[in-house]
């Protein structure tokens, strides 16, 4: 079964300009989560996706936004890019909603903000 | 607010030796998870092991293992027998019943000397 599948791998983009970032989960699973990950906080939860809703969100401005499709593919969108979202973008996903459906990551997307 | 502290941000380990990795978390909740992910430096992040709260019994997998202690609000990882494809980072993580985001720690680089 193939795993958690994140693109684009790597991007560069400038500040101001806005960047989408696509997640497709494991087959058969149906939630979807994001993470930022910077050498200065850490890994940080972004949002939670469950059958195409927002279940959940972190403490990031409004620039930060995400969808669900009906194939439980995520997207999540970053808009007015700032040098400070430069980070690694995880997403990861489980079959179902709560602690004990185990998430699993991707290999997430390096996002590079010049 | 839920919160995890790891106070080794480096560590190193001779191969062959154990070696064991800090986290203490703070909650009000009950029913909650504890997880030990490993990242190596290809950046794709793996679940180690997992502890759930309501079990007295500390988890174990091959050379992994951990000491539980919930009233401490402690979990820390030991690995035996410490192998070279150990080296990554450790991220003690924590997952409440309430909010089922993952809180992760500032995690903990581990090196093996050959």
């Known amino acids: 079964k193939a795993g958690v599948t994140q693109t684009p791998r790597y991007l560069i983009k400038t500040r101001g300009q806005q960047v989408t970032l696509s997640c497709s989960p494991i087959?058969?699973?149906?939630?979807v989560s994001w993470y930022q990950q910077t050498p200065g906080q850490g890994l940080q939860f972004l949002f939670e996706?469950?059958?195409?809703?927002?279940?959940n969100k972190g403490n990031f401005p409004g620039r930060f936004s995400g969808r669900q499709f009906s194939n439980s593919r995520s997207e999540m969108n970053v808009s007015t890019l700032e040098l400070g979202d430069s980070a690694l973008y995880l997403c990861?996903?489980?079959?179902?909603?709560?602690?004990?459906?185990?998430?699993?990551f991707g290999p997430g997307t390096r996002l590079t903000v010049t | 607010a839920q919160t995890v502290t790891q106070s080794q941000p480096e560590m190193s380990v001779q191969e062959a030796e154990t070696v064991t990795l800090s986290c203490t978390y703070d909650?009000?909740?009950?029913?909650?998870?504890l997880f030990w992910y490993k990242q190596p430096p290809s950046r794709q992040m793996i679940l180690v092991i997992r502890?759930?709260?309501?079990?007295?019994q500390n988890a174990t997998e091959n050379r992994f293992s951990v000491n539980f202690q919930k009233a401490a609000k402690s979990f820390s990882l030991k690995i035996s027998d410490s192998q070279l494809g150990d080296a990554a980072m450790y991220f003690c993580a924590y997952r409440g019943n309430r909010d089922d985001k993952i809180i992760f720690g500032k995690g903990t680089r581990l090196h093996i000397l050959p």
């Open positions: 502890q759930e709260a309501y079990k007295q």
């Open positions: 087959s058969g699973h149906r939630s």
């Open positions: 996706y469950f059958s195409e809703t927002q279940r």
């Open positions: 909650t009000s909740e009950s029913d909650y998870y």
């Open positions: 990861a996903s489980s079959r179902g909603q709560g602690i004990d459906y185990e998430q699993y």
